[in-house]
């Protein structure tokens, strides 16, 4: 979806919102995440994408571990756990109707370790939000979020600065960062290997309700 361009995406949310497609969430956990889905349908319908290659992985949240990496969507965007062909033998069925368009997730069996190792042994550079480094943060539920004007705080949630990175990047009102001094590939990859959770449960908007995921996917969530 990189292809698509920046202003396009830009354009896309402004578009839905003006068209009351999506409305801005409101209150303490308000999340601008809805807006990713309306952007990304109307994108697929604009230039009638077959396929669209994304970077989900089975490991990092359960709805996502029922994925196929060929993942059928229907006419509408939406996912159905029923209609996912099975993948046997590394076998492959990318066949799609009229209508229909395909998820594709080339490295869905991989895990956080895998990706962290592959970016050693191919020496990738990759943003440094990904690294330990100071910034003004907020306690929350036990979390500590990316201090902003895009974030709702109460007078209670006053902001400190703290040595923080963040394993999962996605939206400021729904993604929280984790303590480290990690500020080194060889220290996230020791840090990987002590993590108890995945990288998505910094993500507060998977925990709204036991199938918050599920959910997304359903309504067209990439």
Same mark, same amino acid.
Request: hydrophobic share 40%.
């Given at each position: 979806?990189?292809?698509? /361009? +920046?202003?396009?995406?830009?354009?896309?949310?402004?578009?839905?919102?003006n068209?009351g497609?999506?409305?801005?969430?409101? /209150?303490?956990y308000a999340?601008?995440?809805? *807006?990713?889905?309306?952007? *990304? +349908?109307?994108?697929?319908?604009?230039?009638?994408?077959?396929?669209?290659?994304?970077?989900?992985?089975?490991?990092e949240?359960?709805?996502?571990?029922?994925?196929?990496i060929f993942?059928?969507r229907?006419?509408?965007?939406?996912?159905?756990?029923?209609?996912?062909?099975?993948?046997?033998?590394?076998?492959?069925n990318?066949?799609?109707n009229?209508?229909?368009?395909?998820?594709?997730? @080339?490295?869905?069996n991989w895990?956080?370790?895998?990706?962290?190792?592959?970016?050693?042994?191919?020496r990738?550079?990759? @943003?440094?939000i990904y690294?330990?480094?100071?910034?003004?943060?907020?306690?929350?539920?036990g979390?500590?979020w990316?201090?902003s @004007?895009?974030l709702?705080?109460?007078e209670?949630?006053? @902001?400190f600065?703290?040595?923080?990175r963040?394993?999962?990047? /996605?939206d400021?009102t729904?993604?929280?960062?984790? +303590?480290?001094?990690?500020?080194?590939?060889?220290?996230?990859?020791?840090?990987?290997?002590?993590?108890k959770?995945?990288?998505?449960?910094?993500?507060?908007?998977?925990?709204r309700s036991?199938a918050?995921?599920?959910?997304?996917?359903?309504? /067209?969530?990439?």
């Open positions: 979806m990189e292809s698509l /361009g +920046l202003e396009l995406i830009v354009r896309n949310v402004q578009d839905s919102i068209q497609k999506v409305k801005e969430e409101t /209150g303490k999340s601008r995440n809805a *807006l990713q889905t309306v952007t *990304l +349908l109307d994108a697929i319908e604009e230039l009638k994408f077959d396929a669209c290659i994304g970077g989900a992985r089975r490991d949240e359960k709805a996502r571990a029922k994925e196929r993942s059928v229907d006419e509408f965007g939406q996912w159905n756990a029923k209609m996912q062909r099975p993948e046997l033998f590394d076998m492959l990318g066949k799609i009229i209508g229909e368009n395909v998820r594709v997730f @080339p490295i869905s895990t956080e370790l895998d990706v962290w190792n592959y970016i050693r042994e191919e990738l550079e990759i @943003p440094s690294f330990s480094h100071e910034r003004e943060i907020i306690e929350r539920d979390m500590y990316p201090f @004007p895009y709702n705080t109460t209670e949630e006053v @902001p600065r703290s040595k923080v963040f394993r999962t990047v /996605g400021m729904c993604t929280a960062a984790v +303590l480290s001094e990690a500020d080194k590939l060889e220290d996230i990859i020791e840090e990987i290997l002590a993590a959770i995945s990288e998505r449960g910094a993500r507060i908007d998977d925990k036991e918050a995921m599920e959910k997304r996917k359903q309504a /067209g969530y990439f």
